[in-house]
């Protein structure tokens, strides 16, 4: 099929579904990784990154929303770490119940090493989240160029690679623990990417504009 013919259409999200509500008071700064737990959904750098964030902000909790091969490495380190008290196991959460976790978090991570266009990060920005995302390709065209998510360089490339490690150097751990400890002691800048998210996803990636590219695509 010539390439002129090829019509790349992303999945897209219910964005009246996907809303935020004012969040109740706490005094517990939620950290949300909703991932299924394999090595490229990195959520073993977080791990690594919690004792950083702790010091910094003591009221950090670490939510982590999925099950997968990696869990018990992951329950090990957070014990290693010291950190159980901060974490907090959650299981699989039903597609139905996603909502519900986002409204509870502050701040969502994405810390992959490898991503295409991920359904729970636009379900996040949805919500109008503040996201620490990897430096990946495909979580620039995403949050753009710090426009709407902050991103860090946890690898020397920005393509995909499911061959994840299951470490990372020093500096890139640190990196990852300072992005989220400025999203969580930056309550403005949490509000305005938060608001830039949602409006970039409703205007990209809400249902009716996926519906109206798939009959533009066909009428060709």
């Known amino acids: 099929v010539p ?12 964005t009246a579904r996907y809303i935020s509500e004012p969040k109740p008071a706490s ?6 990784t909703m991932r299924r737990l394999a090595p490229k959904n990195g959520v073993q750098y977080l791990v ?22 990696l869990e018990a490495y992951i329950r090990q380190r957070v014990a290693e770490l010291g950190m159980e008290t901060y974490f907090r196991f959650i299981g699989m959460v039903p597609h139905t119940r996603t909502a519900e976790y986002y409204q509870k978090a502050d701040l969502v991570v994405f810390p992959s090493s490898a991503e295409s266009t991920s359904l729970a990060c636009l379900e996040a920005m949805s919500m109008q989240k503040a996201i620490v995302a990897s430096n990946l390709e495909a979580y620039q065209t ?24 299951m470490t990372l150097p020093p ?32 205007e990209e990636f809400d249902w ?5 590219r798939t009959m533009l695509a066909y009428r060709r």
């Not at 004792?51 to 997968?68: C, Y």
């Not at 500096?171 to 830039?196: C, F, N, P």
């Not at 009716?208 to 109206?212: D, M, S, V």
């Open 3 to 14: 390439d002129r013919r090829i019509v790349i259409i992303s999945n897209g999200v219910d």
């Open 27 to 32: 005094q517990e700064f939620v950290i949300l």
């Open 48 to 69: 690594e990154a919690s004792p950083a964030v702790v010091a910094a902000l003591p009221q950090a909790r670490f939510w982590v929303a999925g099950e997968g091969k």
């Open 142 to 165: 995403m949050l753009g160029d710090q426009e709407r998510g902050l991103l860090v360089k946890l690898f020397d490339r920005v393509e995909s690679d499911y061959n994840a490690p």
């Open 171 to 202: 500096e890139r751990i640190q990196a990852l623990a300072e992005a989220v400890i400025k999203l969580a002691t930056d309550a403005v800048l949490r509000s305005e990417l938060g608001d830039m998210a949602r409006r970039f996803v409703m």
């Open 208 to 212: 009716k504009r996926i519906a109206e």
